[in-house]
């Protein structure tokens, strides 16, 4: 060994030079030539590479060489001298086996015994463990449905307080609230902190777009602005809040939205009463002499309806029910709906009532969250159409990007309890906040380097007298250096679906001259032909009580064909998501027990493992249902369809309450999905990033659209 780092030694002097060698600390040279010397040492042949790797950085930092370029020219030279000592040592050629080798070729072809696996006999439960246990069980549910009835009611005193919003007319010309500037809010929600000391400017007419993830606080925040629970909202500013369906009843779709403006129907009603009672004083009724002597006379009443005529002009009230109605029209009522009672209506429908009484009554900031998720393509290009020319103030949480893309002039991001402001729409934030990302990390990595650097002085020279005051400078200038955060990143979402392990042979679903109608009800659909196989990534489109559910439930078996045959393999599997599934969810237990008591004796672990395929795990598999937003929920109906590994899978609306991250993961899993997709939505970006085929249906029938969702988009509008 003595001889061979003598031999090291000599070819680095030789290389380097003996001027060069003598300038640098003897240790520093030591161990160059103890590190050559080493017979296990990859020197990396012709070029030395494997000495650069080692001893690049040390010959740079000890100034035996100039740069990089002359460092390896250095260490191809002392490879090549090294090599003609005979220290470096060709590598073994690596050879390929002409035919495959066994490995266990001689050995006995007796298999090793499996291990006996022991199980554990329990003792059998008596009766009384049995019924103890039982009333344990019972105990639970109970305590759990207590707390989601107080959570139920706490929602409901919650909307109960809720300040009423109605149309105004004091401001007519324009409105007096102007910006909103809320600071160092805070918002709590079951001593949970989901927005900390938080500073905001709303300024007039802007429109932002409130994004985050689900669960981070993005409807809480909206509901503590409409209660004016947060210091700096003016108190006379009308902030409107859609969350909630109108009430059924016998009121008229048209007359639901009216009523928002009170003045105005109070006004007519006035005015009705007395034109009453001055036709009466006119024809001398018994019941006009009784007006007479309570103080009412034809003056005074004419005088009352000449102020009412003027104040209804100067509200513009006939010009009213117009607007109602068109806003009305413009979310897919038709004349005949807007006539109907509200009573008649479902609860999407209800829901856009409620969005046309909001844009009718004209907040000063007007909140919508997920506006477009009750409506069909037509009505959303409506509402896109609407909104861009709205005057005031809104924010609108929804995970349609290109909605976003189209009305907000702003992005308001929550993440980790902080609000952060970015102009423009959503594709300019997206390339804004990755910009701003890697100048953060880049920042962080800089300010760790320097820090890095002034420690490693410290630590050296700390108990070096004579560079004591260098010490104290570094240690002053180390306090003084600015912090900068390390770059936080959401965890990855994840939508994985399942891959079935057997795989049906066609043909897997098949309609032949297939026609339905609900009994009493005309022909939806007549003469349908089409298939589905496991190859097939479709999306329907179509308005609003066209049918499109109803083709789903022809084909998942819901629903059976009037005439006509609907073939389904017996051995395909399907899975179908809708809203429907999300609102069935049991939201007094948690996601895992949910699960356990949909697939009893299935181990939990398995179950806890297909939770988290969707982004449920950890806590979140552990928290009270009714504690989820509504996309945590949905990811929830999403793990609970797909546990039995379908071949096909049905999805109606899937990206509603999801928020853009879990749209994107749900997009990646369904491309990676090996099965058949078909979907009902008017997402464009889910559309466009997971299918190639897009059929609409028209007049009932159901066939392929030739062209891209921007063209079918472009044939509404047109």
């Excluded at 749209?663 to 078909?678: N, S």
């Amino acid at each position: 060994m003595a001889a061979l780092v003598a031999t090291s030694m000599g070819v680095v002097r030789e290389v380097l030079g003996d001027s060069v060698v003598d300038e640098v600390d003897e240790p520093i040279v030591d161990y160059i030539a103890n590190v050559l010397a080493d017979q296990d040492f990859d020197f990396g042949p012709p070029d030395g590479h494997g000495i650069f790797d080692a001893l690049g950085e040390l010959l740079i930092d000890a100034r035996c060489v100039y740069d990089r370029e002359h460092c390896l020219e250095v260490c191809a030279k002392l490879c090549e001298k090294l090599g003609s000592h005979g220290i470096v040592k060709p590598k073994q050629a690596v050879r390929s086996l002409a035919a495959p080798l066994r490995m266990n070729a001689g050995m006995e072809e007796e298999k090793a015994p499996k291990k006996t696996e022991y199980i554990f006999d329990a003792p059998p439960l008596s009766s009384r463990d049995k019924a103890k246990i039982e009333r344990n069980r019972r105990k639970e549910d109970r305590q759990r449905e207590a707390q989601y009835e107080m959570h139920v009611a706490e929602m409901e005193a919650l909307r109960a307080g809720m300040p009423p919003v109605y149309v105004s007319h004091s401001n007519v010309g324009g409105s007096t609230i102007r910006d909103i500037h809320m600071q160092n809010f805070s918002v709590t929600v079951g001593g949970r902190d989901l927005i900390q000391d938080q500073t905001l400017t709303l300024a007039f007419g802007r429109h932002y777009g409130l994004i985050g993830r689900n669960g981070t606080g993005k409807t809480s925040l909206l509901r503590a602005m409409a209660q004016h629970a947060i210091d700096g909202i003016p108190k006379n500013c009308q902030i409107l809040h859609v969350e909630q369906e109108v009430t059924g009843d016998d009121t008229t779709a048209l007359q639901c939205v009216l009523n928002a403006d009170v003045e105005r129907v109070q006004l007519l009603q006035e005015e009705t009463r007395l034109g009453q009672q001055l036709k009466d004083l006119e024809e001398g009724t018994e019941s006009s002499l009784d007006k007479i002597k309570d103080g009412l006379d034809k003056d005074a009443i004419s005088k009352r309806l000449e102020e009412i005529y003027k104040r209804l002009e100067y509200i513009d009230a006939d010009a009213a029910e117009a607007r109602a109605a068109s806003i009305l029209a413009g979310l897919s009522f038709t004349p005949e709906m807007q006539l109907k009672n509200t009573k008649a209506f479902s609860g999407g429908w209800r829901m856009r009532i409620a969005l046309a009484r909001a844009l009718f009554i004209e907040p000063d900031l007007l909140l919508l969250d997920e506006p477009t998720n009750h409506l069909d393509l037509h009505a959303v290009l409506w509402l896109e159409t609407y909104l861009l020319k709205w005057p005031k103030t809104f924010i609108v949480v929804s995970h349609a990007r290109e909605f976003l893309n189209t009305v907000v002039t702003d992005i308001l991001h929550l993440h980790g309890k902080k609000l952060h402001a970015y102009k423009g729409d959503y594709d300019t934030f997206e390339r804004t906040r990755e910009e701003h990302l890697k100048n953060q990390m880049k920042a962080f990595e800089t300010n760790e380097k320097a820090r890095g650097h002034m420690q490693e002085f410290i630590d050296k020279f700390r108990y070096n007298a004579k560079r004591a005051s260098l010490v104290q400078s570094r240690i002053k200038a180390l306090e003084r250096m600015e912090h900068v955060d390390a770059v936080v990143s959401d965890p990855d979402y994840k939508f994985e679906f399942p891959t079935p392990e057997d795989r049906p042979g066609p043909p897997i679903i098949s309609f032949s001259d297939a026609s339905f109608g609900y009994p009493g009800g005309p022909i939806l659909f007549k003469n349908l032909n089409f298939g589905i196989d496991l190859d097939s990534r479709i999306a329907m489109v179509g308005s609003n009580g066209i049918g499109k559910s109803t083709i789903l439930k022809l084909i998942s078996g819901d629903l059976q064909p009037t005439s006509g045959t609907v073939f389904r393999s017996p051995k395909v599997r399907m899975a179908v998501f809708s809203q429907h599934h999300v609102d069935g969810l049991d939201l007094t237990v948690n996601p895992l027990l949910y699960m356990m008591r949909c697939f009893p004796g299935v181990p939990e672990q398995k179950l806890r493992s297909h939770l988290g395929s969707f982004g449920v795990s950890g806590n979140l598999a552990l928290q009270s249902m009714y504690t989820l937003s509504g996309g945590q929920k949905s990811r929830v109906a999403f793990a609970k369809i797909t546990f039995k590994k379908p071949h096909i899978i049905l999805l109606d609306e899937p990206s509603n309450h999801l928020d853009l991250d879990a749209v994107e993961a749900l997009i990646q899993g369904l491309l990676i999905f090996q099965g058949g997709v078909l979907m009902v939505s008017h997402d464009e970006h889910l559309i466009t990033g997971s299918v190639d085929e897009l059929w609409a249906v028209t007049d009932g029938k159901v066939g392929p659209f030739r062209g891209t969702f921007k063209e079918y988009k472009k044939m509404l509008t047109t």
